[in-house]
């Protein structure tokens, strides 16, 4: 397509595009809160003004499964001899002559872009298990002249690092892939447009006069945001728009946001690449058009599909070992919508409605991951419609308004991959960014630590030194003081890596796109993940209250466990072992933030696993409240007998409690020693709601108001019946589910994961008491 005619930015064109618009903090220097804050039209109605489907969308959404279901069968065209960029790739299509929102990945539809810059190995990897191979001169490139991150992040690696991944106490690190985690306000772009940008960029540039570490390290940071800026001007350049300029209309809005963020996409494979905040900004465009007649209700709507079906064509080039911690190919498109303002209006607006329903327009999907900010201020028949939604799709997650901003998360936070709280434009310099580290598995650590720093799988292989509990019946005061010392070197270890890890993507894969779309001065939390938890509280809750007897082997090696007496489980609301759960948040929590991290980034736990508690489970052995793996007499790992750990901050599936129970000992958790996200994915079956749809729909209303005030922070939200999903999930049907903090189609997960769902409680009654 033809460049787009070039007109000079003028003031008169910024005066044309902000016409109407309220407010003028926001108009000499770059703030999307600020202008939110004058401008959004809270929404108080129903959803009885939305539109549906139309004919093209339809055929558009057509195309793009057919398109995916056909890889699927064969394999994924994949780039080999060119390496991923913004705009030196031609522009992709779904169908160029009905697209209303332009902008894709790569240069066609679902072909996979080759990044190595997190690592070379990696990336060859996915390569070679999809059958194809990378060209040779990009092969010599990234192995003979260019670092990636994988290579300076292990030549700086400690030997404890080294022992703690070999042993899979510490694993999913983004050591070979991008880190993910970091959100840009991409609607920047859209209200500013990318000629503004950078002339605040350099502005901020030239102001930066003492030169020290820092200094210049930041002066070469805001001198890639400013040079990929112009990369996202040539990207919008591809298809014919001059985003240079700031949008006109809701249409152009949309469509600079999606230039934004599909830059993003082309470059950066992370942990999570999530879109942020997004709804209530182009709100008010629509708001605007809506009032002029410029476009309808359903040409609005259809804007809001087109682009949602550009979202659901993000996908990355992963390797099977990826898979196999992060299954069901999310891309945790986090969306986030709803919430209060400081002013003490709700911050519902019709484009909130009108994403969520594209779940009915162009049917139900993973992505984008649609987040509510919950509180109970927010109107019924929102509330209403998002419970009669979410009974209907199970593909909607909730976060406590509430919850959060007791830890300084603001009016216009949203949330990073699956719970993770940004607050992105933050002017107190907190939580704008995250580090992202994945997660360890605590329960390891106590096992390793009872056997004197010997593995709890592979017992000659040591991993730290401790001096080992020989106790002939466990006491639980000894096993924590074992468990705290285990922590002080599991915490120290997790540090360091993060600090190396994140000293060296900012070396040689800095986000310079995602952080163009963000002020220059930024504040980073470091994401620090817990795996295992509810077997660790339970099984410290048996040493406590039950008896819990060692079983050694000859040379006084402990690789089971005899558990006898009643003891209370985490989850079902019994104050003593919900003691226990919070103490060990605030053991691990504290330790981590004694340390120094990279650019004095602040501490923030995750009970967090998405899938990987299935692939953790497989690398831990027996506990006192659940069989582990063990090691056959040829020395192979049998896990024929493997209870998985059960997701995030979710209860053991061996508790007792029902939903409300599960809930209750939630909320009770301490947030501010886990900010970064508490996890529960529940499955509650609609009869044990109420006996009409309409019964079941207002009580899971009154449930989420009281789990949200009374300190709950997250919650994936599936109604259903295991009976009536069990064969299609094994079957491999399309099943969309929220399984940890994201949502998936069941057919991509793996025999393993599948059944780990399955074997989680679908609770049909909500209070077992």
Known sequence: MATAVKEKITQDVFEKAWEGFKGEDWKTKASISRFVSANYTPYDGDESFLAGATERSLKMKKIVEETKASYEADRFPMDTDRVASIDEIPAGYIDQENELIYGLQNSELFR????????????????????????????????????????????????????????????????????????????????????????????????INDIDEETIRLREEINLQYQALQQVINFGELYGLDVRRPAMNVKEAIQWTNIAFMAVCRVINGAATSLGRVPIVLDIFAERDLARGTFTESEIQEFVDDFVLKLRTVKFARTKAYDALYSGDPTFITTSMAGMGNDGRHRIT????????????????????????????????????????????????????????????????????????????NEEGRHNIQYFGARVNVLK?????????????????????????????????????????????????????????????????????????????????????????????????????????????????????????????????????????????????????????????????????????????????????????????????????????????????????????????????????????????????????????????ENLVDILDAYFEKGGQHVNLNVMDLNAVYDKIMNGEDVIVRISGYCVNTKYLTPEQKQELTQRVFHEVLNNK
Not at 117 to 134: P, S
Not at 146 to 162: C, K, L
Not at 498 to 516: G, P
Not at 527 to 541: H, R
Request: hydrophobic share 35%.
């Open 350 to 425: 019709k484009m909130d409605y009108r994403f969520l329903n594209t779940l009915d327009n162009i049917g139900n999907s993973p992505e984008p991951n649609l987040t509510v900010l919950w509180a109970e201020e927010l109107p019924y028949a929102f509330k209403r419609y998002c419970m009669d939604m979410s009974h209907k799709h199970s593909s909607i997650q909730y976060e406590g308004v509430s919850t959060m901003a007791r830890e300084g998360y603001g009016e216009m936070s949203c949330i990073s991959c699956c719970v993770s709280p940004l607050d992105p434009e």
């Open 112 to 207: 996979l872009s080759f990044m190595p810059k997190g690592g070379i190995r990696m990336a060859e990897t996915t390569l070679k298990e999809n059958g194809y191979e990378v060209a040779p001169e990009i092969h010599d490139i990234f192995t003979k002249y260019a670092t990636t991150v994988n290579d300076g992040i292990f030549r700086a690696y400690t030997q404890n690092i080294r022992r703690a991944r070999h042993a899979h106490t510490v694993t999913g690190l983004p050591d070979a892939y991008s880190r993910g985690r970091i959100i840009g306000v991409y609607t920047r772009l859209a209200l500013y447009g990318a000629d503004y940008l950078m002339k605040e960029k350099a502005s901020d540039w030239n102001k």
């Open 445 to 697: 650590a106590l096992l390793t630590g009872l056997n004197g720093g010997y593995d709890d799988v592979h017992s000659d292989y040591k991993v730290f030194d401790i001096e080992p509990v020989t106790d002939e019946v466990l006491n639980y005061d000894n096993v924590l003081a074992n468990f705290e010392k285990s922590l002080d070197w599991l915490t120290s270890t997790y540090v360091d890596a993060l600090n190396i890890i994140h000293y060296m993507t900012d070396k040689y894969n800095y986000e310079a796109v995602q952080m163009a779309f963000l002020p220059s001065h930024q504040r980073a939390n470091m994401g620090f993940g817990i795996c295992g938890f509810a077997n660790t509280v339970d099984s410290l809750s048996a040493i406590k209250y039950g008896k819990v007897t060692p079983i050694r082997d000859e040379n006084g090696y402990i690789y089971d466990y005899k558990t006898e007496g009643d003891f209370p489980r985490y989850g079902e609301d019994d104050d003593r072992a919900d003691e226990i759960a919070k103490l060990v948040m605030e053991m691990f929590h504290t330790r981590l933030a004694s340390h120094k991290l990279y650019k004095n980034a602040e501490a923030t736990v995750s009970l967090l696993t998405i899938t990987s508690n299935v692939a953790y489970s497989k690398q831990t052995g027996n506990s006192p409240v659940h069989r582990g793996v063990y090691l056959n007499e040829d020395g192979s790992v049998n896990t024929s007998e493997v209870e998985f750990f059960s997701p995030g901050a979710n209860p053991s599936n061996k508790a007792k409690g029902g939903w409300l129970q599960n809930l209750n000992s939630l909320a009770k958790l301490d947030f501010s020693h886990a900010n970064d996200g508490i996890s529960l994915t529940t499955q509650v079956a609609p009869q044990a709601l109420g006996k009409t749809r309409e019964q079941q729909v």
